[in-house]
């Protein structure tokens, strides 16, 4: 009789444990989440550049309606041919830079790929060039996808090869987070390739 109590004691231990393990909480890793971000529908301007008090930009192209042209960078100064598309409410911006071409072509370039480009190789876990070559418009250059957490993933420069030259790039008031931002990076990289789809040199 006394081992048969003793055999319902364990029991009833053995049943209190996994009563108890059964109601306790317990963690479980949840994948990395984050914020919902809306975005507005595509939509297009054509820019003018009357309003330009950096030097004559001798180019035409079609920016979103909901960025904002500056010709002054974050001190208020104008440099000549310097302008920005600014989006406050993604802190986001392309950066775009115009520059007639004086025989200096491969300056400009490599002046670019080191800019531009070659100071964020370090960062970037790889670099897509995709060439731009667009004969009956006189739109020849590259468009550069920097992949991974870099201060900016989305470069080009696009030029006549004669007397035009625009180069630019898109830069995230925020700290670099290729996962976070990637539906936003997708969003404009969508509106560059339209600039550049829609870019026309002014020679008049």
Known sequence: MTTGMKGNNIAGIILLVALTCSCR???VPKPRGYFRIDLPEHGYMLFDDSLSVAGKINATFEFPVYGK???ED???LAEPGWFNISFPPYRARIHLTYMNIRNDLEELMEQTYRLNVKNHIIKADAINEQIINDPERKIYGILYDLKGNTATAVQFFATD????YLRGSLYFSS???SDSLAPVI???R???IH???TLEWNDK
């Not at 090869?161 to 035009?164: I, L, N």
């Open 25 to 27: 909480d317990v963690s």
């Open 175 to 177: 700290a670099p987070n």
């Open 161 to 164: 090869s004669v007397s035009h």
């Open 186 to 188: 997708r969003f404009f």
């Open 195 to 197: 600039l550049i789809e």
């Open 69 to 71: 042209i500056s010709f």
């Open 190 to 192: 969508e509106d560059i």
């Open 74 to 76: 974050d001190r208020g």
